[in-house]
Structure formats: C-alpha cells, structure tokens
C-alpha cells in the first residue's frame, strides 16, 4: 500500500490552510502537521524576548517538525499533509525522510501575482486570530496587544517581497506537481482535483 506525504507549498497568503480543511473533507483519514503549530507551541511554552532568541527558537521548531513527521512515518501513517511556504532550505530533508519510509511525494503550489498577496498579508498579519508571537521581537504566553498595527516585527512591503523571490517559493517542487492560481480566490474550484486525488490514493496509484 502507497503512502504520501502532500505538502501544500506556495507564498504566505495563497489560502493553505483553507486547503488543508478541503482536504480533510474528501480525504478523511489524513494526519497533518505544520511548522507555524509548532512555532506557536514553543512561542507559548519557551518564549524569547529579542530577534535573536526568536531565531534561534525558529532551529528548535525546525527539529520539532522533522521529529514529528519522522515518527508519523516510522508508523506508516498512510496520508501525511503539509502546508509551510517551502523552500529549498527544507527540499533535501523532506525527500531525505520521505525515501527513508517509502513515501510517495505530492506537491500542491499555490501562486498568486505578489500585489494580490501583499494586500492579503497585511490584511492577515494585524488579524485578532493571528498568533501574536508571529508579529512581535518579543514574546511570552499571555502577552495582548489589541491594536496589531502597533506589533514591532511586522513584514515590510520590500521584506515580503525579497524573501518570496530569494527563496523562489513560486519554484518548489518535490514529486508530483499541482498548481494553482489563487489569485482570485472565488474562481478556485478545488472539487475535481480533490475528487481525483482521492481516487488516486484509493486506487494506490
């Protein structure tokens, strides 16, 4: 029996997780694990209190996420699902894993023209949902800030734009490709793709 990991690549703003909650609908038995849980896990657990300390927090994540996702594949865990804007910093330990267990790899990539994006991230980043420590140089469990447009870590306009193109997001790929636009999210049908990714996976393909 063939077992997958799917990881749902693309810019930050493409709408993943939308994607993932599709993906649970039609595919039912899936496990998914993500980096952004893991950054908020330890955000809220360990803190850091300058960028420094977040970025060293951001290593600790890293072996977090590997060791997690090694052990759903130890135990054969059939259908695997990942959303993180992947880059090529993480390409050669996901194919590394995935040939370790015998995973089949799929990459769904989503793209959207960057001022569509920007105008999504800013939109999002000053959101009350958003995990504060995602914004902030400085971070403890039970810090608030009402206003998020007072957060001290927010992404510039250039600073978006120089990490999507240095880390070539729009370029990821490992196994078999799926992209789509999601510039306009209302013309973005994900139905019949899903539909046919599950009877591929039903059939062992």
């Given at each position: 029996?063939?077992?997958?990991?799917?990881?749902?690549?693309?810019?930050?703003?493409?709408?993943?997780?939308?994607?993932?909650?599709?993906?649970?609908?039609?595919?039912?038995?899936?496990?998914?694990?993500?980096?952004?849980?893991?950054?908020?896990?330890?955000?809220?657990?360990?803190?850091?209190?300058?960028?420094?300390?977040?970025?060293?927090?951001?290593?600790?994540?890293?072996?977090?996420?590997?060791?997690?996702?090694?052990?759903?594949?130890?135990?054969g865990k059939r259908i695997i699902i990942s959303e993180y804007?992947?880059?090529?910093?993480?390409?050669?330990?996901?194919?590394?894993?995935?040939?370790?267990?015998?995973?089949?790899?799929?990459?769904?990539?989503?793209?959207?023209?960057?001022?569509?994006?920007?105008?999504?991230?800013?939109?999002?980043?000053?959101?009350?949902?958003?995990?504060?420590?995602?914004?902030?140089?400085?971070?403890?469990?039970?810090?608030?800030?009402?206003?998020?447009?007072?957060?001290?870590?927010?992404?510039?306009?250039?600073?978006?734009?120089?990490?999507?193109?240095?880390?070539?997001?729009?370029?990821?790929?490992?196994?078999?490709?799926?992209?789509?636009?999601?510039?306009?999210?209302?013309?973005?049908?994900?139905?019949?793709?899903?539909?046919?990714?599950?009877?591929?996976?039903?059939?062992?393909?």
């Amino acid at each position: 029996m063939k077992k997958y990991l799917i990881l749902i690549a693309g810019s930050p703003a493409t709408g993943k997780t939308f994607l993932i909650n599709q993906m649970r609908q039609t595919l039912k038995d899936v496990f998914v694990i993500t980096p952004d849980e893991g950054k908020e896990i330890l955000a809220d657990s360990v803190g850091f209190d300058s960028l420094d300390e977040k970025a060293e927090l951001e290593k600790r994540v890293w072996q977090f996420y590997y060791g997690v996702l090694d052990q759903y594949m130890s135990v054969g865990k059939r259908i695997i699902i990942s959303e993180y804007p992947f880059s090529y910093k993480q390409a050669n330990k996901l194919m590394e894993v995935s040939e370790k267990y015998d995973y089949q790899l799929i990459t769904i990539r989503l793209v959207a023209d960057f001022d569509t994006l920007w105008q999504r991230r800013k939109v999002r980043d000053i959101e009350a949902d958003r995990h504060l420590s995602h914004i902030m140089s400085h971070y403890h469990f039970g810090d608030e800030l009402i206003d998020r447009s007072q957060a001290d870590n927010l992404i510039t306009e250039k600073e978006f734009r120089d990490i999507i193109e240095a880390r070539r997001y729009n370029e990821f790929v490992l196994g078999d490709l799926y992209e789509f636009d999601v510039s306009d999210f209302s013309k973005v049908n994900y139905a019949p793709f899903l539909n046919q990714l599950s009877t591929r996976i039903k059939n062992n393909q």
